[in-house]
């Protein structure tokens, strides 16, 4: 798939407005989340949980996978892109976005469809830099926000993570993509835990698939559905790890990510975002972000990793001030 934009209808939302009356709050001193919260952007497509099948993999046809090895990670499965988009006629889509990303020749058609079918190369600088610090996740509840093919959630469901929660706006891409990369990567793994003795081994395979669900939630829709979902949970969750990569292309876009990470994170918690250093033809980037971020004055902005080849890329973490 090409990479391009397709941004011809401006994408309508109250979150303008939002950012500028949030930036005269700024002026006067410290915000609080609630501050930053208080007024909610327009909904998009409404939030939706995914109940996966106990064998999401036996709905899956033309399976083609293709490795990527990152350093001394483990190898991580993903459906193969071009596949995909040769057999995208074959898929359920109920959204249609597999036609309109052909006809319209677009990654990215606002409001429709969000860029989850491909993975971006954010995600791999976020993974290498996972790869140079030795993170591990042992014990920890994790957020891979805008997951698209959900690589970085699985790692963290490899890597011993308690619970990942995976969304991306589309439902087409968590259940078509996401979900069937997930139990690919990570099924072998609960099997292997599980004792040499009885039950069976088709009852099992059952054992370990549901063991696995327990630890995954999936979840499509627009950012602030999202957070009126999850938050209406019982208990409402909190993140240790928030991952994101290529999430910040669009300014429309930064009110409600700033308020799932401002809502969603542990207060000791981490946000891991990985972008370009600007988007051209849509108008977001980092310097735009960390504008936004600076005058809400919740988060502190610390750079970790530089990507000087090609476009500039970065991985940044954000971290509640004290």
């Known amino acids: 798939m090409a990479f391009s934009f397709n941004f011809d209808v401006p994408l ?11 930036d005269d709050k700024a002026k006067e001193g410290n915000l ?57 006629p074959e898929r359920e889509d109920s959204e ?52 698209g093919a959900g690589l970085l959630g699985i790692l963290a469901l490899k890597r011993g993570a308690s619970k990942v929660d995976f969304q991306d706006y589309n439902s087409t ?20 835990e599980e004792t040499n003795s009885s039950p069976p081994c088709k009852r099992k395979a059952l054992n370990a698939t549901e063991k696995l669900l327990d630890r995954c939630g999936f979840f499509s829709g627009d950012w602030n559905s999202f ?9 409402s969750p909190k993140y240790d790890i928030i991952f994101t990569s290529e ?39 980092l310097h735009l972000f960390e504008t936004f971020v600076e005058q809400n004055n919740v988060f502190q902005i610390r750079y970790l990793k530089d990507v000087e080849q090609g476009l500039k890329r970065h991985v940044i973490s954000l971290t509640f001030k004290k």
Do not use: M
Not at 112 to 135: F, H, N, P, Q, S
Not at 227 to 235: A, E, G, I, R
């Open 12 to 22: 309508q939302t109250d979150e303008t407005n939002d950012k500028e009356n949030k």
């Open 32 to 88: 609080k989340c609630s501050d930053v919260s208080a007024t909610v952007p327009k909904k998009i497509k409404d939030a939706v949980e995914h109940q996966p099948l106990l064998d999401p993999l036996s709905q899956i046809e033309n399976w083609v996978p293709e490795t990527i090895t990152i350093g001394a990670l483990p190898p991580l499965l993903c459906l193969n892109e071009s596949v995909f988009e040769k057999t995208a």
């Open 96 to 147: 249609e976005i597999l036609a309109k990303t052909l006809t319209q020749n677009s990654d990215l058609i606002s409001g429709v469809y969000e860029g989850g079918l491909k993975i971006w190369e954010c995600t791999y600088d976020l993974l290498e830099y996972i790869d140079d610090e030795g993170e591990t996740f042992a014990g920890k509840r994790v957020l891979d926000l805008g997951c």
């Open 173 to 192: 891409v968590i259940e078509q993509l996401t979900v069937p990369n997930v139990f690919l990567n990570c099924e072998d793994d609960e099997e292997n």
């Open 227 to 235: 957070l009126t979902l999850v938050q209406n949970k019982t208990p």
């Open 247 to 285: 999430t910040i292309y669009n300014t429309d876009y930064y009110s409600s990510l700033h308020n799932v990470f401002c809502d969603l994170l542990d207060e000791n918690g981490i946000v891991y975002l990985a972008t370009k250093s600007h988007y051209f033809g849509v108008g977001g980037g």
